[in-house]
């Protein structure tokens, strides 16, 4: 069941992570609200991409991780499902470099979907237009569908592969730095859609770049050493932050 705009979406207490011996994350809290774009930002290294990826347990593929304390989507302990094929389904996500497979544009969209057992070509023709009007890229692709998605811009490309998570029809999207490689005018693309997106989807983004934390976001959320130090709205986080840390950071005094 959908939750109320601005409810609680993901509700997270309590989280340890630990890589092996190395703790990575320090009893993370957090609540992040549904249909608003949350960023996490923070120092290389300081757990913003572990926890993300927590968010839809792609950790579980890593050896010797080890986690404690409780990751509730919908009011449901995602670490007690045994079906993660269908939390991954809700929680989507797109990584930092494009990373579309060699073979159409058209079917790089539709590959999730088949592999989910739809086979009319008439639903996939209308989930494909769909999800590339959803990433903002149906326009640029319209005439080019069946040729190799390699083919395309950076840009372009991350595009896609938005358009490939969407085509999942996730209820969340996780996005790892999606524009870390992308040029400005691209990036300034990307920002646009993420906007855009979240009247439809709960975001989730991680981003080393603080405008654009400060462009997209409803809230962010400031890691460091494993740990949260400050959460808020996101206007807050930038100009009246409350703790000194933070503040050192968002001014560009380390990081
Ligand atoms: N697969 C792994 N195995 C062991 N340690 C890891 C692994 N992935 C991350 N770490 C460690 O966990 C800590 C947090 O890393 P993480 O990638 O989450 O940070 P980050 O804030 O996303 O950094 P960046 O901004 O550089 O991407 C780091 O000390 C990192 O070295």
Not at 40 to 56: A, D, E, H, Q, W
Not at 177 to 204: C, F, G, H, Q, R
Not at 235 to 246: A, E, G, V, Y
Request: a negative charge; proline letters at 3%; hydrophobic letters at 35%.
């Amino acid at each position: 069941m959908k939750q109320q705009s601005g409810g609680t979406k993901i509700n997270v207490k309590d989280l340890d992570l630990f890589y092996g011996d190395k703790q990575a994350l320090y009893k993370v809290a957090l609540d992040i609200h549904e249909k608003e774009v949350t960023a996490l930002i923070g120092p290389s290294g300081c757990g913003k991409s572990t926890f993300l990826r927590s968010l839809n347990r792609m950790n579980d593929l890593i050896d010797g991780v080890k986690i404690t304390g409780d990751i509730m989507i919908d009011n449901e302990n995602i670490y007690e499902t045994n079906d993660v094929i269908k939390l991954r389904t809700k929680v989507g996500m797109v990584f930092q470099k494009p990373n579309l497979f060699p073979m159409s544009i058209y079917d790089n969209v539709a590959y999730g979907p088949r592999m989910q057992g739809i086979k009319s070509k008439k639903e996939l023709n209308e989930i494909v237009e769909e999800s590339l009007r959803g990433a903002a890229i149906w326009d640029e692709v319209k005439d080019r569908l069946k040729t190799s998605a390699l083919g395309l811009s950076g840009g372009q490309q991350q595009r896609v592969c938005i358009a490939r998570a969407i085509a999942m029809k996730p209820e969340i999207i996780l996005m790892d730095e999606p524009t870390s490689a992308l040029d400005p005018i691209s990036t300034l693309k990307v920002e646009e859609l993420i906007a855009n997106m979240k009247k439809d989807y709960t975001i989730v983004i991680v981003t080393h770049n603080m405008q654009q934390a400060a462009r997209v976001s409803d809230k962010t959320a400031f890691f460091l050493n494993g740990e949260i130090i400050e959460y808020d709205e996101t206007n807050n986080i930038f100009s009246m932050p409350k703790d000194q840390r933070t503040e050192d950071y968002v001014t560009g005094r380390f990081g």
